[in-house]
């Protein structure tokens, strides 16, 4: 059964910079999951942020182009993203997500991911 944990999250002021981690457990380091990142406010459907496929194509969501990366350390089965430029509208929970099989091209929609992160809290407040 694979699990996620994400961390890395907390309080930045705006223009700061966070690195978000998802931790993956109970897969084989030779299975490269595809991993995406989603971001909920509350009251709000969640929203996806980015993703990395098995072969390491990635997709990010024009909403954080240009301030957001995603990136993975194969050795660790860790999934990074790399946040900087930081506004108060980035302000949710980050979650991480994996989906299980070999994916080519990975997207941001929640219906292919079969395994869910318990979510880190990211705050942009002055």
């Known amino acids: 059964q694979v699990q996620l944990v994400e961390s890395g999250g907390g309080l930045v002021q705006p223009g700061g910079s966070l690195r978000l981690s998802c931790a993956a457990s109970g897969v084989d380091s030779a299975d490269y999951l595809a991993t995406a990142w989603f971001r909920q406010i509350p009251g709000k459907d969640r929203e996806g942020i980015s993703c990395?496929?098995?072969?390491?194509?990635?997709f990010i969501a024009d909403s954080v182009k240009g301030r957001f990366t995603i990136s993975r350390d194969y050795a660790k089965n860790l999934v990074f993203l790399d946040m900087d430029t930081l506004r108060p509208e980035d302000t949710a929970i980050y979650y991480c997500?994996?989906?299980?099989?070999?994916?080519?091209?990975?997207?941001?929609?929640?219906?292919?991911?079969?395994?869910w992160g318990q979510g880190t809290q990211v705050t942009v407040s002055s």
């Open positions: 997500a994996a989906e299980s099989g070999f994916v080519n091209f990975c997207a941001i929609v929640e219906a292919p991911y079969d395994y």
């Open positions: 990395i496929s098995s072969n390491d194509n990635t």
